[in-house]
């Protein structure tokens, strides 16, 4: 995506080796940021094979890009790709690593966004 920022601001955790840190920004939640719609083309540092091209609008392919973008994604990624809102709509169907799951159901019961 032209014109994002592309820094890296995840906070250093403990992890075991070739891990990366699991980006939650802070703000991810703001219902004011623009977010990705429709058909999308993930950055080519998460896709780094196929399939690059994802569908939201259809429930499994939103399922797989997300499961992409939380796995791999940077901040920023998050911040565009993810919707707080679509993703507890698809949490029960998401499959994510266990360290990428447990982060983001902490995540999202710090915020009430679980019941």
């Not at 623009?34 to 399939?51: C, E, F």
Request: glycine letters at 6%; a negative charge.
């Amino acid at each position: 995506m032209a014109g994002r920022l592309e820094t890296d601001t995840r906070e250093v955790e403990r992890r075991p080796l070739g891990r990366m840190p699991v980006a939650i920004p802070a703000d991810v939640g703001d219902r004011s940021l623009a977010k990705a719609k429709g058909t999308v083309r993930l950055p080519d540092h998460i896709a780094w094979s196929p399939p690059y091209v994802y569908d939201l609008d259809d429930r499994q392919q939103r399922c797989r890009a997300y499961a992409r973008v939380m796995s791999e994604g940077l901040e920023a990624d998050v911040r565009y790709f993810v919707d707080i809102d679509a993703l507890v709509d698809i949490w029960d169907e998401i499959y994510l690593a266990p360290h990428v799951r447990e982060r983001w159901h902490n995540w999202l019961a710090e915020h009430g966004r679980l019941t």
